[in-house]
């Protein structure tokens, strides 16, 4: 789920910070860029493990800052396919189940990677596994709150950088908040699969 991943930045540090120790200010500074960020295509930045090597720091004119380029490592979010995790159910929508980590959101079950027969409750909005026993079929709601476990089947990267003026005023102010609210690093899940799914109908026997 966390993997550790090498970079290579330039970090600037203002005069005022000169009297601290320059490790600690890169690593501060580093932080207050990446962490709760995501990288296209790296996966989502927590917090700075090491420094491995700064290289000279230079002073530009005009500018009174240092200038270092330093190799760090940093710890990410980024989960392999086929990894198993357990979140909570964060809402439930005809695109499917939306799942929360606590710390990271952007998860989607699509209603064909649920458990099968499902139908989606329109006056509960939520997905009901309908289960088949020998009694019958009883009905397995998807409550908000509940604890899920999914696989990891997919992941998209969406590059979310501004784009220059001309690209802004050739779309349209809907458009652009569309593109806005798109999040950049989304998981789809799957819980097509004995033992996965709500861990309340796992664990009753």
Known sequence: MFVLVEMTDTVRIPPW????KLNDSIAEELNKKLANKVVYN??????????????????????????????????????FLDEILIGNIKSCSQDG????LGFFDDIIIPPESLQQPTKFDEAEQVWVWEYETEEGAHDLYMDIGEEIRFRVVDETFVDTSPTGPSSAETSTSGAT??????????????????????LSWWTNS
Not at 52 to 72: M, N, R
């Open 17 to 20: 910070q000169f009297e601290r």
């Open 42 to 79: 790296v996966g989502l930045c927590i917090c700075l493990y090491d420094i491995i090597k700064l290289e000279d720091s230079y002073i530009f004119p005009g500018d009174g800052a240092s200038h270092t380029k330093v190799h760090f490592r940093y710890v990410v979010f980024h989960p």
């Open 97 to 100: 189940v939306h799942v929360s």
């Open 177 to 198: 908040e569309e593109v806005q609210k798109e999040a950049p690093y989304t998981l789809v899940g799957s819980i097509s699969e004995p033992g996965l799914g709500l």
